[in-house]
């Protein structure tokens, strides 16, 4: 990532625009992103192939280095997709307005159908519930609790009679509707723990029994990678209209929806966010596209790193590199020390323009080798410590056993310490070190 983000940066002042290296190694970033957030391997290929497609050609900012950019280009596009075609709800010309939840048991359809009735409610409408869960002993029930939470009524079967058909039910349900007069139904239906062609069979003949307006595919956003299958499942099967995600309080990451809406093409319109009737809203495509990048994250992260350079150092730095003097072994140890001190963040150095390769420096030493170089570069006279050229065969052995190391190790150090001088003579007459006051062009 980093060495291709130093290069290009560079060529980026010819091009004026986003180099396909700066997008392909941004790209990946996202990629890590996209796939910890869950969402589904082939709907990232996917996106990230349209990113691709988006960033090439766009017109480089002044405003953000190019990674930054990328970054931001991939929130653009996944707030747009998320949100797409958001709508609302579309009720019937002539009453009932039918609304049908499926959806696997436990992903929160039964609690939905109170928030949604309640919200209905709130929005001037008259909603009826509508009890067509018959599997579980106590779903009716629990039902029947959401609607007196909510301040709806609810259409169930009469108890004792037997085993219930829930189409029958449904049916009946519409009539109850038009006789006192509600002008929204919402259907709540049994779900199995996994895809059962039975529980399908029941949704499909629900839906031709009451031809709803809205079929609700109701899935939980902690189920990450198995949403795709679940929701393919259900658009082969019952089919629908609008989504809903539900347990958005939880930790997940929320690629599910991602997947969901790639994978089936259809919109989510509803956020669940807990176990309250009010913890409902509609569903936000910025939010979600800030959780599933952790946006948040990477930006306050890379302002960290910038802000972890020590402030004098850099300073000085800059004014060394200005003056065109040469970059020594002390501003060698300085420079590693400075980016072991910001710790992981130092990895998203490769975000910074410029810093990949002195990271590629520090990553040859780990953590326990850095004391090591320290005390190599210690064991050296002032003298060689600015001029290394000077530092000769017998000098070398004299170093090593100073500071109780190898002779081989004082060669590998100094070899890499001339790579950086390399390095830092080439940025100082090119780009600059971001965050260095006066070096950036
Ligand atoms: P159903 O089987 O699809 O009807 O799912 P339920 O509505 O019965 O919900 C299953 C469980 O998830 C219940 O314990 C709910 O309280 C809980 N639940 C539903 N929606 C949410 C939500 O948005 N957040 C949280 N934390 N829990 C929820
Ligand atoms: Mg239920």
Same mark, same amino acid.
């Not at 008259?126 to 609607?147: E, I, K, S």
């Not at 779900?191 to 609700?216: C, F, H, K, N, W």
């Not at 929701?231 to 629908?240: C, E, I, L, N, S």
């Given at each position: 990532?980093?060495?291709?983000?130093?290069?290009?940066?560079?060529?980026?002042?010819?091009?004026?625009?986003?180099?396909?290296?700066?997008?392909?190694?941004? @790209?990946?970033?996202?990629?890590? &992103?996209?796939?910890?957030?869950?969402?589904?391997? =082939?709907?990232?290929?996917?996106?990230?192939? !349209?990113?691709?497609?988006?960033?090439?050609?766009?017109?480089?900012?002044?405003?953000?280095? =190019?990674? $930054? +950019?990328?970054?931001? #280009?991939?929130?653009?596009?996944?707030?747009?997709?998320?949100?797409?075609?958001?709508?609302?709800?579309?009720?019937?010309?002539?009453?009932?307005?039918?609304?049908?939840?499926?959806?696997?048991?436990? &992903?929160?359809?039964?609690?939905?159908?109170?928030?949604?009735?309640?919200?209905?409610?709130?929005?001037?409408?008259? =909603?009826?519930?509508?009890?067509?869960?018959?599997?579980?002993?106590?779903?009716?029930? +629990?039902? $029947?609790?959401?609607?007196?939470?909510?301040?709806?009524?609810?259409?169930?079967?009469?108890?004792?009679?037997?085993?219930?058909?829930?189409? !029958?039910? @449904?049916?009946?349900?519409?009539?109850? @509707?038009?006789?006192?007069?509600?002008?929204?139904?919402?259907?709540?239906? /049994?779900?199995?723990?996994?895809?059962?062609?039975?529980?399908?069979?029941?949704?499909?003949? #629900?839906?031709?029994?009451?031809?709803?307006?809205?079929?609700?595919?109701?899935?939980?956003?902690?189920?990450? +990678?198995? &949403?795709?299958?679940? /929701?393919?499942?259900? *658009?082969?099967?019952?089919?629908?209209?609008?989504?809903?995600?539900?347990?958005?309080?939880?930790?997940? !990451?929320?690629? @599910?929806?991602?997947?969901?809406?790639?994978?089936?093409?259809?919109?989510?319109?509803?956020?669940?966010?807990?176990?309250?009737?009010?913890?409902?809203?509609?569903?936000?495509?910025?939010?979600?596209?800030?959780?599933?990048?952790?946006?948040? %994250?990477?930006?306050?992260?890379?302002? $960290?790193?910038?802000?972890?350079?020590?402030?004098? $150092?850099?300073?000085?730095?800059?004014?060394?590199?200005?003056?065109?003097? %040469?970059?020594?072994?002390?501003?060698?140890?300085?420079?590693?020390?400075?980016?072991?001190?910001?710790?992981?963040?130092?990895?998203?150095?490769? *975000?910074?323009?410029? *810093?990949?390769?002195?990271?590629?420096?520090?990553?040859?030493?780990?953590?326990?080798?850095?004391?090591?170089?320290?005390?190599?570069?210690?064991?050296?006279?002032?003298?060689?410590?600015?001029?290394?050229? #000077?530092?000769?065969?017998? !000098?070398?052995?004299? #170093?090593?056993?100073?500071?109780?190391?190898?002779?081989?190790?004082?060669?590998?150090?100094?070899?890499?310490?001339?790579?950086?001088?390399?390095? *830092?003579?080439?940025?100082?007459?090119?780009?600059?070190?971001?965050?260095?006051?006066?070096?950036?062009?």
């Amino acid at each position: 990532l980093s060495d291709r983000l130093t290069s290009v940066f560079t060529n980026l002042r010819s091009k004026g625009r986003l180099s396909e290296a700066d997008i392909n190694a941004t @790209a990946r970033e996202i990629r890590v &992103a996209l796939l910890e957030a869950d969402v589904a391997l =082939p709907v990232v290929k996917d996106f990230i192939a !349209r990113i691709k497609e988006r960033a090439q050609g766009s017109e480089v900012s002044q405003a953000l280095n =190019p990674a $930054q +950019q990328v970054v931001k #280009i991939v929130n653009d596009e996944l707030i747009e997709i998320l949100g797409g075609e958001t709508r609302r709800v579309r009720f019937a010309k002539t009453p009932p307005t039918v609304i049908m939840l499926a959806g696997l048991q436990g &992903a929160g359809k039964t609690t939905l159908a109170g928030k949604l009735a309640r919200w209905l409610r709130e929005e001037g409408h008259t =909603p009826l519930l509508v009890a067509c869960d018959l599997q579980r002993p106590n779903a009716v029930q +629990q039902l $029947q609790v959401m609607g007196e939470r909510a301040g709806v009524a609810v259409y169930a079967p009469e108890p004792g009679n037997g085993v219930g058909d829930p189409v !029958r039910v @449904a049916q009946a349900s519409i009539a109850e @509707a038009k006789r006192a007069q509600h002008d929204v139904v919402i259907i709540d239906t /049994a779900g199995r723990l996994g895809i059962d062609s039975e529980m399908m069979q029941q949704a499909i003949d #629900i839906r031709r029994a009451t031809e709803p307006e809205e079929v609700l595919f109701v899935v939980d956003a902690m189920v990450g +990678q198995d &949403a795709v299958n679940t /929701a393919q499942a259900f *658009m082969d099967g019952v089919g629908f209209d609008g989504v809903v995600l539900t347990k958005l309080d939880g930790d997940a !990451r929320g690629g @599910a929806a991602l997947s969901v809406r790639q994978i089936t093409g259809r919109p989510i319109m509803f956020a669940s966010t807990g176990e309250k009737l009010e913890d409902f809203d509609l569903f936000h495509p910025d939010r979600m596209a800030g959780r599933i990048l952790d946006m948040g %994250d990477i930006l306050t992260l890379i302002e $960290q790193a910038q802000r972890t350079f020590d402030e004098e $150092q850099t300073a000085r730095m800059a004014d060394k590199l200005a003056s065109g003097e %040469d970059f020594t072994l002390e501003d060698f140890l300085d420079q590693m020390m400075m980016i072991r001190k910001m710790g992981p963040i130092g990895n998203l150095l490769g *975000m910074l323009p410029g *810093m990949g390769q002195m990271r590629q420096q520090v990553n040859q030493i780990d953590d326990r080798d850095l004391d090591r170089v320290a005390a190599i570069i210690r064991s050296m006279t002032p003298g060689e410590r600015s001029d290394p050229k #000077i530092i000769n065969g017998s !000098r070398r052995s004299r #170093i090593a056993k100073g500071s109780g190391v190898t002779v081989g190790e004082v060669n590998s150090l100094v070899t890499r310490f001339f790579q950086a001088q390399k390095m *830092m003579k080439s940025m100082a007459g090119g780009m600059g070190i971001p965050g260095m006051p006066g070096t950036r062009r």
